[in-house]
């Protein structure tokens, strides 16, 4: 690294969620690496973040394209760029019915949550267990703690960034590398636009508002810090994920389909 301060890779950071984890990161010390499909609006954000004293490079890449991670991983070393802190943010949903569901979609959905989440952490985890030094933030959901009918993959994939992240954590403790899995419920991102969810039920419900992605990213970070293995962003979030673990399968799947339904 040219300099001391500590290098964070940021994916998804052209919007959202990963665009304020970028501003907390800068906030604190990182310099900042981003990385997503959209490089305008990732340019745009490198030159608020100088304003918050940190260094950005964007690298364009398009993560639901196999290769991707190890592509990204490769321009970071020809960079010389070593990373610190790992966000993997980048994701999509899908508002439909499996049975109808878009294969591109489905094929998309499960390459940039699951695949290139996962091989970008294998890539980058060694040389931070080497260095006896690094974070790794995993961005999953509060569609994690159960089934969701009307967005059954995208639940499911992130059902597995939460087990990966915490087994993969449990592995690591002692290593010098914390792993934290973030949760957030419903945000107010550009993700419902993407995932077709306006009009859902849950979108609706008055115990269930959404919270800014500046809030998420803050606790998420805050978590991060803390070496935290699970974070669930927002009160009811955390009373409900809590809550599936005791209700009969059957029920918490009957539920979440309502939730997830459009009038
Ligand atoms: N918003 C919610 O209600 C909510 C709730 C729980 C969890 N989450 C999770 O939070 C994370 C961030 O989502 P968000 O809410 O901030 O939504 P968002 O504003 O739509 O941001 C999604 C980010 O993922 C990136 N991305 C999508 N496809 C990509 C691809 N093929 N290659 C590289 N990057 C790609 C997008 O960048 P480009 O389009 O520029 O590539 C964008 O920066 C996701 O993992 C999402 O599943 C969101």
């Known amino acids: 690294m040219s300099n001391s301060r500590p290098l964070a890779l940021v994916t998804g950071a052209s919007s959202g969620i990963g665009a304020d984890l970028a501003r907390e990161l800068a906030r604190d010390g990182h310099d900042l690496v981003l990385a997503a499909r959209r490089v305008a609006a990732m340019q745009t ?69 699951m695949v290139a989440l996962t091989e970008l952490t294998r890539l980058l985890a060694p040389g931070m267990v080497q260095r006896r030094r690094g974070r790794i933030l995993l961005v999953a959901s509060t569609a994690a703690f159960q089934p969701g009918p009307h ?55 008055p115990i269930a508002s959404r919270m800014s992605s500046a809030e998420v990213a803050r606790q998420g970070y805050a978590a991060l810090k803390r070496g935290r293995r699970v974070i669930v962003t927002g009160a009811m979030n955390s009373v409900a994920a809590l809550l599936v673990r005791f209700l009969p399968r059957a029920t918490v799947i009957s539920m979440a389909a309502t939730a997830l339904s459009k009038a």
């Open 45 to 113: 954000l490198a030159d608020e973040l100088k304003g918050l004293g940190a260094s950005a490079t964007v690298i364009a890449a398009d993560l639901s394209k196999p290769g991707a991670a190890a592509a990204l991983v490769g321009e970071l070393a020809s960079r010389k760029l070593v990373i610190d802190v790992l966000v993997n943010n980048s994701g999509l949903g899908d508002h439909a019915e499996f049975v109808a569901e878009d294969m591109t979609r489905i094929s998309e959905m499960l390459q940039v949550n």
């Open 151 to 205: 967005m059954a993959v995208y639940c499911a994939s992130k059902s597995y960034v939460l087990s990966l992240g915490e087994a993969i954590g449990h592995e690591l403790r002692g290593s010098g590398v914390d792993v934290t899995v973030l949760c957030p419920g419903a945000t107010l991102t550009e993700f419902s636009k993407v995932a077709s969810t306006e009009g859902m039920a849950l979108h609706r419900s």
